[in-house]
């Protein structure tokens, strides 16, 4: 258990690969665990960061490893293993003492397996964020023109609700497109909510109908960029947009024992429970593709058991409740 505790110790010190600020740790780990009289790690290209005193032939052995790409290499007590990630050499891992080479092997397998791992948690992190940047390019071309030509309509008959509308436009607008961190909270979340609502209203008039009752409680609490404002945007063009005489949009959030739980409902026309799973699933384009972006990004975030559900049927309406806990390690609003 011991030996399997400092294994695991090594895949976080090399979550961010040979070259990050923790590889030495992971070097020193791996001497212990080995009884090694130095560990080197080293990448493709630069020299080896070490734990113990560097060897007198293990630049020779490193560049030797790095071009044969799989064979070993050894120099009496220095022994140099190739580091595979998915059957491509990733590095060398090299051993200075009377070590046994299956303990060294065992232990080079163990390194890129970490790697691997630090790759796919970095692969993850990048979609992530990749998934964020596609929310915010969905800025809809179709609700900026309408909004800003109902702007100018207001500047001569009310310039006073034009400047309000300018004021909501601008929060809307720095919300979608903030550089910040990747998280807030949910009454930043709510202040471009309330700020796409009155925009929305301005342009729809009598045919949209609002209702916002969000429990004091969870207004603190840290959720992704974005997770809620498109289920709301949804909500306006499939359920309100879409029906001749308009509808309502109904929001709500309330504290349920640890949990934060946020709905979001309409009138509007519903649709197929089975096309909600595939929305869900990445199915689909427009408006599905957010929803299942941000479902993602949530059980991505929180773990399998949080992210979107979505109740609905057809002439019946939509209804998307998001459940996040209210306090989560790591997820901090900035």
Do not use: K
Not at 29 to 46: F, H, I, K, N, S
Not at 164 to 173: H, K, V
Not at 268 to 294: F, H, I, K, Q
Request: hydrophobic share 45%.
């Amino acid at each position: 258990m011991a030996v399997l505790a400092v294994g695991g110790r090594v895949a976080e010190d090399l979550r961010d690969g040979l070259r990050g600020d923790r590889a030495v740790s992971a070097a020193r780990r791996l001497r212990g665990l080995l009884e090694a009289d130095a560990v080197g790690l080293a990448d493709l290209r630069d020299p080896p960061v070490w734990s113990g005193r560097p060897a007198e032939d293990a630049a020779e052995l490193v560049a030797h490893v790095r071009r044969d790409g799989h064979r070993a290499g050894r120099a009496g007590r220095v022994l140099a293993l190739p580091l595979q990630v998915r059957d491509e050499l990733a590095g060398v891992l090299v051993v200075v003492g009377d070590v046994r080479a299956a303990a060294a092997r065992q232990a080079a397998r163990w390194v890129g397996e970490a790697l691997v791992r630090g790759r796919l948690e970095s692969s993850a992190g990048a979609a992530e964020a990749a998934e964020l940047r596609a929310l915010r390019a969905e800025i809809s071309p179709h609700f900026v023109y309408n909004a800003l030509t109902t702007i100018g309509a207001f500047v001569g008959s009310d310039p006073d609700r034009a400047r309000d509308l300018i004021g909501d436009f601008a929060e809307y607008t720095r919300h979608n497109l903030a550089r910040r961190g990747e998280y807030t909270t949910v009454a930043g979340e709510f202040l471009a909510i309330e700020a796409y609502l009155a925009l929305a209203r301005a342009v729809l008039g009598d045919r949209l109908r609002v209702q916002v009752r969000i429990a004091p409680e969870v207004l603190p609490v840290a959720v992704p960029f974005l997770a809620l404002q498109p289920l709301v945007e949804n909500a306006v063009q499939h359920g309100v947009e879409r029906v001749e005489g308009g509808g309502s949009v109904q929001v709500s959030g309330e504290a349920q024992g640890t949990d934060c739980v946020i709905a979001v409902e309409d009138d509007g026309p519903g649709m197929d429970p089975e096309l909600a799973r595939a929305v869900l699933a990445g199915v689909g384009s427009g408006s599905g593709l957010a929803l299942a972006n941000v479902d993602r990004r949530l059980r991505a975030v929180y773990g399998p058991q949080y992210g979107l559900v979505i109740e609905t049927a057809e002439g019946a309406g939509t209804r998307i409740v998001v459940r996040v806990p209210r306090f989560q390690p790591g997820v901090v609003a900035s």
